[in-house]
């Protein structure tokens, strides 16, 4: 009877915390967003604005890795039990994805660059689950991406 005092316990203890800091994520995310809004980020292989003359692209990467916590966990494994799309999880890749184009957008404005190309997210499972160890989901989110001065002037004309 204690132990599932305690499991309903961690639920609602896992419940609140993750809804508070992922409130708390989402709003310097999107401030964040906002403040970065006119820095110009694109899946394209090449740049069609690049400034000539001005220092040569350089690489950006980062990386964020962000956890679950015990009620979508608890979500997740009941999921599991008959089979389907877990979408306790969608906000924690929505969430990890947005922070590492924001790291990777910060980055590239600390080296004195205006936008991105040929931006690219992998993401991996580095939690896992096994017999040994609860359940848990961590997701890593590596982005690599290209770094230029933006020429507003010839983008139009190309």
Not at 39 to 67: C, D, M, N
Not at 72 to 96: C, D, I, M, P, W
Not at 127 to 142: E, N, R, Y
Request: aromatic letters at 8%.
């Amino acid at each position: 009877m204690i132990e599932l005092f305690l499991v309903l316990v961690l639920i609602v203890v896992g419940f609140t915390f993750g809804v508070w800091a992922e409130q708390r994520h989402l709003a310097s995310l999107a401030s964040r967003e906002a403040a970065n809004g006119l820095f110009l980020v694109t899946q394209l292989k090449t740049f069609p604005g690049h400034s000539p003359g001005s220092q040569p692209p350089q690489i950006v990467v980062a990386e964020t890795v962000v956890a679950t916590d015990y009620f979508k966990t608890f979500l997740a494994n009941l999921r599991g039990l008959f089979g389907g799309e877990v979408q306790s999880y969608h906000s924690l890749l929505s969430r990890a994805r947005r922070e590492t184009t924001q790291r990777l957008v910060e980055q590239a404005q600390q080296l004195g660059f205006d936008a991105i190309c040929n931006l690219r997210l992998e993401t991996a499972d580095v939690g896992g689950s096994s017999a040994s160890k609860k359940s848990a989901a961590m997701v890593a989110i590596l982005g690599c991406a290209t770094a230029y001065h933006f020429d507003c002037s010839n983008a139009g004309s190309r």
